[in-house]
């Protein structure tokens, strides 16, 4: 049988051919070569990276954030991978003219910060990353690419570098200490065992130094209880502390109760092509970003009118859902179902009618619930202000002469000769108007899926972008941006077409260029019987033109 034929090492072939044959005019690298080149990264913040070994010329940051934004592209978030890459990559080659930067000046770039002596940033690449994903967005808005009427916002956790034994929280110091105490203990019942029984020496030196080993861990937890009441003291909204990554939290990470040490990204996606719009990297749960996401999402796209903002029920919040009233922002948040202990239907709080004029609540009896009109303040578990409420009480002698009595009051109400209490929040209208809105347009709440957990599930399970490779909330923030950029260009890469897009990109170029266009146009008429007479000069002439 024929087999077939191998072309020996020898022979010249594959490389003697120029990079830019090599590239396919609709090779997704030359839109990444576009897109870098149309952003004006001195302005952002940028500054050329030197190598390591010293007296190297630096790199220009356009070709490190090619780099970055090819290996991405490609799944390739190593800087190690990524210089193996540059070395062997036909494509990383042609995009970057053959640079081979080593692993340690591109995760430079990725991070780089630099200060004066007065602590004034000078030049900060974590933000200007961000820059860059929301200068891409703005020439996508120019596209007509945002739809900028309906939104979705969500969140997913990013698995942080930090282990689950680098964190420290009140509850986990506690049962440390409940342990070794009583680990303590049982070592001390042994040794007053061995002194009772005369048991050897050297059995009793094995005891004493497992206690002594207990106490120094004793002692070591102490003292991150010291650390943590220290951060405790500076701000009382804290309730935990990792040790690898100060800026991570234990959060959770599905309905089940398991938890993460992780950061919540947040992602709010345009409803028109799912293209996420904003993104935010946080450290705390979603019950208080629905607010701050839509206000943000808004000013990114400069949205002067009203949007409408999909969420689940991790975001309701009465003070947020009247942030978003206030800011004109629609929400359809979804709202969770509230237990009313062992009250009957007809006798919990939806049933109370609530009459503004007079302020007060009717009870299914038709009996009133008046309140004292003081205001109580509610935290949440970490100590965030919720807003304020009143308290609508009726008499207890109304409501023990009820004949709704039993099904309307508690049993601690009972005991304790206390009448039925409705608790009102501050923000108890918009609370009330998104429940109602969202009732009665069920389908356009059902869209929130389709449109916001599309992008995590490719970034997350495609893409296996489920951890974060940096520590701090800053450097987390730049490195999803580019993870954020790069799938906004993959998928209009599907909708326009490589080529179209090269093209618009291509076009930002256009007015920075012009002057040069306009000098060669004057340089060629100018020597334009020479090019005529002499063919080579005319190529070189045509080539410089072409290169401008």
Not at 78 to 92: G, I, P, Q, T
Not at 227 to 245: F, G, I, R
Not at 349 to 359: A, H, M, N, Q, S
Request: glycine share 6%; charged share 30%; aromatic share 8%.
């Amino acid at each position: 049988m024929a087999r077939k034929t191998k072309e020996s090492r020898l022979q010249y072939g594959l490389f003697a051919t120029p990079l830019e044959e090599m590239i396919a005019p609709d090779n997704p690298v030359r839109v990444v070569d576009a897109f870098v080149d149309a952003m004006d990264l001195a302005s952002f913040g940028f500054k050329a990276v030197a190598p390591s070994h010293m007296g190297a010329a630096s790199y220009d940051p356009s070709d490190l954030l090619k780099i970055y934004f090819y290996g991405y592209f490609n799944r390739v978030r190593s800087s190690r991978c990524l210089e193996r890459e540059c070395a062997r990559n036909v494509e990383m080659m042609w995009l970057t003219g053959r640079l081979t930067p080593c692993y340690h000046t591109i995760s430079t770039f990725r991070t780089y910060k630099e200060e004066d002596k007065d602590g004034k940033v000078l030049h900060d690449h974590r933000r200007a990353l961000v820059a860059v994903f929301r200068s891409f967005n703005r020439f996508l808005d120019r596209q007509g690419l945002f739809g900028k009427e309906t939104f979705a916002v969500d969140g997913t956790k990013m698995a942080a570098q930090n282990s689950k034994k680098k964190h420290i929280s009140e509850d986990k110091i506690a049962r440390k200490l409940q342990r070794l105490d009583g680990r303590i203990a049982e070592y001390l019942e042994e040794l007053e065992a061995a002194d009772r029984e005369a048991a050897p020496t050297e059995k009793k030196g094995a005891v004493q130094k497992a206690i002594q080993e207990l106490e120094a861990n004793k002692e070591a937890v102490l003292q991150l209880g010291d650390m943590l009441q220290a951060a405790q003291n500076e701000d009382p909204t804290v309730t935990q502390v990792s040790l690898t990554d100060p800026d991570a939290r234990m959060l959770p990470i599905n309905n089940e109760g398991m938890m993460m040490v992780a950061y919540n990204v947040q992602s709010t996606v345009d409803a028109q092509h799912c293209l996420i719009a904003d993104f935010s990297v946080e450290n705390q749960k979603d019950n208080y970003l629905l607010a701050p996401m839509g206000a943000s999402v808004k000013e990114a796209l400069s949205i002067e009118g009203d949007i409408d903002l999909l969420a689940d029920k991790g975001y309701h919040s009465g003070k947020g859902l009247q942030a978003c009233a206030e800011g004109g922002i629609t929400t359809y948040v979804a709202f969770p179902e509230q237990a009313y202990g062992d009250r009957p239907k007809g006798f919990q709080k939806p049933d109370f009618k609530y009459d503004e004029g007079k302020d007060v609540y009717l009870c299914p009896a038709k009996k009133e619930l008046a309140t004292s009109g003081t205001w109580h303040g509610k935290l949440g578990r970490q100590k965030h202000p919720q807003g304020r409420y009143k308290l609508y009480r009726s008499p207890f002698t109304v409501c023990s002469a009820c004949p709704f009595r039993d099904k309307c009051l508690s049993k601690s109400n009972i005991e304790n000769r206390h009448g039925r209490t409705i608790e009102r929040s501050e923000h108890e209208r918009a609370v009330l108007d998104n429940r109602e809105r969202l009732l009665l347009d069920r389908d356009k709440y059902k869209r929130r899926q389709a449109i916001v957990e599309h992008p995590f599930g490719t970034i997350k399970r495609s893409w296996g972008c489920y951890y974060t490779l940096l520590k701090r909330k800053d450097k987390v923030a730049g490195e999803m941006a580019i993870v954020f950029a790069t799938y906004n260009l993959r998928r209009v890469i599907n909708i326009m077409g490589t080529t179209e897009l090269i093209n618009a990109l291509k076009g930002l170029l256009l007015p920075k260029k012009a002057r040069i266009y306009q000098f060669c146009g004057a340089l060629f008429i100018r020597h334009k019987v020479m090019a005529i007479n002499c063919a080579p000069r005319r190529m070189d002439l045509m080539a410089l033109c072409a290169a401008a």
